[in-house]
Every structure is written in C-alpha cells, then in structure tokens.
C-alpha cells in the first residue's frame, strides 16, 4: 500500500503507522451508493453515500 501523509509525516520523514515493510497489517474497505434524477437533458440532481473504513488510521475526516 501507499503510504500516506500522517499526522504530517511524509514517506522521507516516516510515520509510526506504517513502515511500509512486508507483512504489515492492514484491511480497508470502502462502498459508495449514487443515484441520479435527470427530469430534462439539461438538468441532473445527484444524491450520493460514501463509506470508508480501515483497520488502521488511514483515511481523514469523522471516526464516527
């Protein structure tokens, strides 16, 4: 996996997170639910969900 920007740590400076070695733990999934209305061929009202989860911290944002 890619390592990301933690906390501020970059992959030069490293992160407690992950060491980018093989065998480090991590599982992550994500969905994501989209529908679309389009009432004339010019107009598009869009709702949409998204979830991401990860077994370490890996994505921004609410850990809700």
């Known amino acids: 996996m890619l390592l990301p920007p933690v906390n501020g740590a970059t992959a030069s400076t490293g992160t ?14 994500d969905m994501q639910i989209t529908g679309d209305w389009m ?21 921004t944002g609410s850990q809700a």
């Open 39 to 59: 009432p004339t061929a010019f107009t598009t009202f869009r709702i949409e969900y998204n979830h991401r989860a990860a077994s370490v911290p890996y994505f």
């Open 16 to 29: 407690p997170y992950f060491t980018e070695n093989p065998g480090d733990k991590y599982q992550a999934w």
